[in-house]
């Protein structure tokens, strides 16, 4: 799997376990720590080159960030991956321009699931509004209790 096909699959994940209730991590397979880090790398020399745009680039990390927080990992390992390749790493224009397009596409596909979640709860709010509700009352001695479901 190349880093861009990566990171689109790391964007897509994130986007759409969000707001899913909380599972156990699985660890990071062992080959995640190398493309982690070389995308991230990758990202970081795009935006700081400016070859993408700085808040393009911004966006790009903290969706791998949030990727990376659905695994556990060891921080040690993880910070020698990147010792280990920050200093060989250069990038073009041309994949900043790739890795540029795989960000805006995640951006859109992350507003469009917001959308589409806030529509379906906006949804859920007018049928639960509008469904006929039953009031039981029941009385004890001189109080009357009421529920309404």
């Given at each position: 799997?190349?880093?861009?096909?990566l990171?689109?699959v790391?964007?897509?994940?994130?986007?759409?376990?969000?707001?899913?209730?909380?599972?156990?991590?699985?660890?990071?397979?062992?080959?995640?720590?190398?493309?982690?880090?070389?995308?991230?790398?990758?990202?970081?020399?795009?935006?700081?080159?400016?070859?993408?745009?700085?808040?393009?680039?911004?966006?790009?990390?903290?969706?791998?960030?949030?990727?990376?927080?659905?695994?556990?990992?060891?921080?040690?390992?993880?910070?020698?991956?990147?010792?280990?390749?920050?200093?060989?790493?250069?990038?073009?224009?041309?994949?900043?321009?790739?890795?540029?397009?795989?960000?805006?596409?995640?951006?859109?596909?992350?507003?469009?699931?917001?959308?589409?979640?806030?529509?379906?709860?906006?949804?859920?709010?007018?049928?639960?509004?509008?469904?006929?509700?039953?009031?039981?009352?029941?009385?004890?001695?001189?109080q009357?209790?009421c529920?309404?479901?």
């Amino acid at each position: 799997m190349t880093i861009n096909r990566l990171f689109v699959v790391a964007v897509m994940a994130t986007s759409m376990l969000a707001g899913c209730a909380s599972r156990p991590r699985q660890p990071l397979p062992d080959e995640g720590y190398t493309k982690f880090s070389v995308l991230y790398i990758e990202v970081s020399k795009c935006g700081a080159s400016g070859y993408i745009d700085p808040e393009l680039a911004s966006f790009g990390l903290s969706q791998m960030r949030s990727f990376l927080s659905d695994y556990s990992y060891d921080p040690a390992l993880m910070e020698e991956s990147f010792k280990n390749r920050q200093s060989i790493i250069t990038v073009t224009q041309e994949e900043c321009n790739k890795i540029a397009m795989n960000i805006h596409d995640a951006k859109r596909r992350v507003a469009t699931n917001q959308q589409n979640s806030a529509a379906q709860q906006q949804q859920l709010q007018t049928i639960l509004n509008n469904s006929p509700k039953q009031t039981y009352c029941n009385k004890f001695g001189t109080q009357v209790m009421c529920s309404t479901y």
